[in-house]
Nanobody, 124 residues
C-alpha cells in the first residue's frame, strides 16, 4: 500500500505558474503509474496528466497540453506537476493517484490510491 500527499497549491493570478508535488510513502513510487486529476465544485473529477512508472511516457488532457508538464523523481519518491500559463478554468482541487498498470490510464477508476488533494485557485 502507498500513501500519497499533495502540496504546492495556492492562489495565483491568471498567467502565473505553480508546481504541485505528490510525495509517496509506504511503498516505492517507481512501482506505480501516477495520474493527476482535478475536480472543480459541482463537476466530476477529470483527468489532467499521467506519467508511467519509469517516466518514459507522459500523456495530457487537451485542456492542459502545452501548459502543464508532469515529471517524476523516483529517488525522491515524488511526482511533480508544473503548471504554467494558468487560467481561471484551471481552478480546482488537484489530486495525484497511483495505479499498478504499466499503461498511462486516464480514468479515475483505474487508480488504486489517492492523495487528499491540494486546492489551486486562479484569479482573473
Amino acid at each position: 500500500q502507498v500513501q500519497l500527499v499533495e502540496s504546492g497549491g495556492g492562489l495565483v493570478q491568471a498567467g502565473g505558474s505553480l508546481r504541485l508535488s505528490c510525495v509517496a510513502s509506504g511503498r516505492t513510487l517507481s512501482t506505480y503509474t501516477i495520474g493527476w486529476f482535478r475536480q472543480a465544485p459541482g463537476q466530476e473529477r477529470e483527468f489532467v496528466a499521467v506519467i508511467t512508472k519509469s517516466g518514459a511516457y507522459t500523456y495530457y488532457a487537451d485542456s492542459v497540453k502545452g501548459r502543464f508538464t508532469v515529471s517524476r523523481d523516483n529517488a525522491k519518491n515524488t511526482v511533480y506537476l508544473q503548471m504554467n500559463s494558468l487560467k481561471p478554468e484551471d481552478t480546482a482541487v488537484y489530486y495525484c493517484a497511483a495505479g499498478s498498470s504499466a499503461l498511462p490510464r486516464t480514468t479515475a477508476t483505474e487508480y488504486d490510491y489517492w492523495g487528499q488533494g491540494t486546492q489551486v485557485t486562479v484569479s482573473s
